[in-house]
């Protein structure tokens, strides 16, 4: 699909059950980012399938306006840029490094996230469509107070040194994201453009080291929690409780990826964790 074309920005805003809005302010993005949330399912099917995953933005809107497909970070947040930008936003790509196991810091071009700038005199913004189980609504960037969100209480906070003494702030600006007071990742501010994000695409589509080689997923949100299938799983989160529902056959699941995601496949990604050699996309 052509980005420059109006009627693909059209076919977008279809995909996510989104009216075109009048102009580009706070109020819009927080309901782009809340219908995408709620129609394009985070899912990391395409590694496990085998499929190529090329970061341009033509490829990136075949596969979720098009296809009617899902994606992990880089492409579910490159795709978003494209639109944000086709409705008259102003829009950064920003590289993040995610919050691990002891504080410990993943690759850089680990996540993708975006600035946002509107035309209201607000902002900027963090939005974010590709993180999982995240924030609803787009947060303040320059804002270091607790942002209460319906996913929870973030806070964006000056990054300290690395090694160096906590709360020393980093020499390049960096801001770390807290969700409920625990670090989620780690933002540079300097602008990227979406080749940038090869090098991470490529290690986590292929490295053992990556938790998207371990096992399929397909999440998305729902008005009251999410909805997450895992094998041959049905996790539904409804608030604090979560419930699991077992699928018997392949054919179940086949269908709980159309009824639930909107994805269509003919079959099933492999359970079992891949080992895949692909070239940088």
Known sequence: MDPRLPQTTD??????????????DAAALRELQLRHLTTVPFENLSIHLGEDIVLEEKL??????????GGFCYELNGAFAVLLRALGFRVT????RV?????????????????VETDDGTGPWLADVGFGDHAERPLALGDRADQRDPRGTFRIARAPVEGGVDGTPCAYGDLDLLRDGAPEFRLDLRPRALADFRG????????????????PVCSRFTATGRITLKGHKLLTTVGTERHETPLGSDEEVLAAYREHFGVRLDRLPPEGGVGVSASNG
């Open 99 to 115: 919050h691990g196991e002891a504080g410990r810091l993943g690759i850089p071009y680990d996540h993708m996230a975006l600035r």
């Open 60 to 69: 990136l809107l075949d596969k979720i306006v098009a296809d009617r497909r």
């Open 93 to 96: 790509l920003l590289q993040a």
């Open 11 to 24: 076919a977008y805003l279809e995909r996510i059950g989104a009216a075109r809005p009048a102009r580009p």
């Open 200 to 215: 991470g695409a490529w290690y986590h589509r292929t490295s053992p080291e990556s938790g998207f080689t371990r096992s």
